[in-house]
């Protein structure tokens, strides 16, 4: 099968098309032929050797797929074989075909296409993951994300709305705000021209902050809170370190937390997968959320996706295309 390695740590032009054989998948795993692949950001820190994929994952990137399940292993039933389906991927996906476990597939959502299905699972499963199991967000809660524009901006503004949430979010341009409002942010903060601490204390600090930039704004986002406020951390684009008062975090009794997806458990990941099932894949159906992408390019061309994702300039999701469809 043609699949995209990183050749050595570095740049975008370190990814170089290659030939492999086919995985084999285990027990309670299959293997999709692969349609169409999403890029993420941990893609682009795996390319550049800050982010090692677990044991036992493929050396290969891509942590999201969309396509057809081919092959199934023990345990799986006959059933699975021909489902359409987008998966959470150990890795791997930046191929024709991928093995990933069974429990970490879910269907394509019912008038969906294949493509914009690619879009759903990595920036799905950790918005869930950390805005409404970890970070407990309820109806009329104010929440802030940053990176408003992005992924997983995108997303967690679309189902916090959904959910009644009222929603704040950074961007760095007048467009990237304008698009976070047409998914329905109650307010859009240029962080270039405006401080959201300022912003938030006039609505009254919010109930819970997303954070993927870290850094600089770890105190801002204290600050930004409200008392029982909850942050939580899913990236450190700001870096992973700040100074920070833990006088007011006692003062105000906030939560401070934060997680990674890849690392986290079959188990985990399976439970994640039920949530979604159960919670989200209906408003997909019924087109109340819906994935937002920015462009979709060949998967020989993955360098170039790489480099897009890297100007910060896209707006929603960057996707390969494989076999199509």
Known sequence: MRVIEIARPGGPEVLVPAERALPEPGPGAVRIRVAWAGVNRPDVAQRSG???PPPGASD??????S???VAIGEGVPEAALGAQVCALLPGGGYAEEVVTPYAHCLPVPEGMSLR?????PETYFTVWENVFRRGRLKAGEVFLLHGGSSGIGTTAIQLARAFGARVFATAGTAEKCQACLDLGAERAINYRE???VEVLAQAGGAELILDMVGGSYIPRDIRALKLEGRLVMIAFLGGPKAEVNFAQVMMKRLTVTGST???QSDQAKAEIAEGLREHVWPLLAAGR?????DS??????AAAAHARMETSDHIGKIVLEVAGG
């Open 67 to 69: 396509g057809e399940i």
């Open 194 to 196: 405006e401080n959201f």
């Open 50 to 52: 800050t982010y090692d």
């Open 289 to 293: 959320v819906a994935p937002v992408i």
């Open 116 to 120: 914009a299905a690619a879009c759903l």
């Open 261 to 263: 997806l890849r690392a």
């Open 296 to 301: 979709s390019f060949p998967l020989a061309e």
């Open 60 to 65: 290969l990137p891509g942590l999201e797929a």
